[in-house]
């Protein structure tokens, strides 16, 4: 079946430090999400994108549709203590289709 | 609104037990959908369904059955417990089809530990 690549898999950075996550398939994609779960909760939702190319923010994040549909990027700048958790990406090949999920990166922030 | 919610939080079971994961959800949300989590896997599905009556199978369906008899409620039985399902399981709802411009929103989970 369809797989996400998640990189990096972890990260412990500094607090302030910007951070930048990937997604990449081997297939394209026409609709990429971005989830944080919190230690011992479900995941929630942070960004969508629905068209190639597309770049988008929600406060510190920021994250993009790749071009080819192939991948995503999501970033965060100023890192602080509460942006510790894990982030998934989700891509869609189309409506109604099944959503598949990166394995997750684990962040990490030092105060 | 209390959103999604799942029961129990916490379960251990024996190989060979049954148990049922409870999950309802107060915003009429017409999909519903169980997945569970591993390390380093990510979210995997496992049954989901568009509306009271219908349901179907995701990516890693055996070992579990669901029914869905009501708009709010989404049970997942395991009817023979494996080892291999250790696992975090996650219940999610939206109003539509999770993602084309549907919000999924997700339960707090339910850790099951079969020894």
């Known amino acids: 079946g369809q797989q996400l690549n998640q990189s990096p898999q972890s990260m412990f950075i500094q607090e302030g430090e910007d951070v930048s996550m990937n997604c990449t398939s081997s297939?394209?994609?026409?609709?990429w999400l971005w989830y944080k779960q919190d230690p011992g909760e479900g995941p929630v939702l942070l960004i969508a994108l629905y068209k190639a190319g597309e770049l988008t923010s929600n406060g510190r994040l920021t994250a993009q549709f790749g071009i080819t549909r192939k991948d995503s990027f999501l970033n965060i700048s100023a890192s602080i203590p509460s942006d510790v958790g894990i982030y998934f990406c989700?891509?869609?090949?189309?409506?109604?289709?099944?959503?598949?999920f990166g394995a997750g990166t684990i962040l990490r922030v030092k105060s | 609104n209390a959103g999604v919610t799942q029961t129990p939080k916490f379960q251990v079971l024996k190989t060979g037990q049954s148990m049922t994961l409870q999950c309802a959800q107060d915003?009429?949300?017409?999909?519903m959908s169980w997945y569970r989590q591993d390390p380093g896997m990510g979210l995997r599905l496992i049954h989901y369904s568009v509306g009271a009556g219908i349901t179907d199978q995701g990516e890693v369906p055996n070992g579990y059955n669901v029914s869905r008899s009501t708009t709010e409620d989404f049970p997942l039985r395991l009817l023979s417990a494996a080892p291999s399902q250790t696992s975090v399981y996650f219940c999610?709802?939206?109003?539509?089809?999770?993602?084309?411009?549907?919000?999924?929103?997700f339960g707090p989970g339910t850790r099951l530990l079969v020894l």
């Open positions: 989700a891509g869609q090949l189309y409506y109604g289709n099944k959503l598949v």
């Open positions: 915003m009429n949300h017409e999909y």
């Open positions: 999610a709802s939206s109003y539509g089809i999770a993602g084309g411009q549907e919000t999924q929103y």
């Open positions: 297939s394209i994609f026409n609709t």
